[in-house]
């Protein structure tokens, strides 16, 4: 499974650079190919990206997540901050 994340936006009314990471999990432990392709199955991520955020909320990042599946099909989701939970951020900031 390839992983692209691009985060985006800005903190009071100042845009922020995208920051990009990529992740090929083939070449990560087993234990941690497992977290990473549990945490970004796409059926996991097309629920958050249907959930939203919070509409009125401000400043919060915006995750372009790109994950091409072991078949090479490419899904692709944008997700507020605010609607992604702990353990999936925690899993971003250790790509």
């Given at each position: 499974?390839?992983?692209?994340i691009?985060?985006?936006?800005?903190?009071g009314g100042v845009?922020?650079p995208?920051?990009?990471?990529?992740?090929?999990?083939?070449a990560?432990?087993?234990?941690?190919?497992?977290?990473?392709?549990?945490?970004?199955d796409p059926d996991?991520?097309?629920?958050?990206?249907?959930?939203g955020g919070?509409?009125?909320a401000?400043d919060l990042a915006?995750?372009t997540?790109?994950?091409t599946?072991?078949?090479?099909?490419?899904?692709?989701?944008?997700?507020q901050?605010?609607a992604i939970?702990?353990?999936l951020?925690?899993?971003i900031?250790g790509?």
């Amino acid at each position: 499974m390839l992983i692209e994340i691009v985060s985006s936006g800005g903190f009071g009314g100042v845009a922020t650079p995208p920051k990009k990471l990529h992740m090929d999990t083939a070449a990560t432990s087993e234990e941690k190919r497992q977290a990473y392709c549990d945490a970004f199955d796409p059926d996991a991520l097309s629920n958050l990206s249907v959930d939203g955020g919070n509409p009125n909320a401000a400043d919060l990042a915006l995750y372009t997540i790109s994950v091409t599946d072991d078949q090479g099909e490419e899904h692709v989701f944008q997700i507020q901050e605010d609607a992604i939970p702990d353990e999936l951020l925690d899993l971003i900031d250790g790509m």
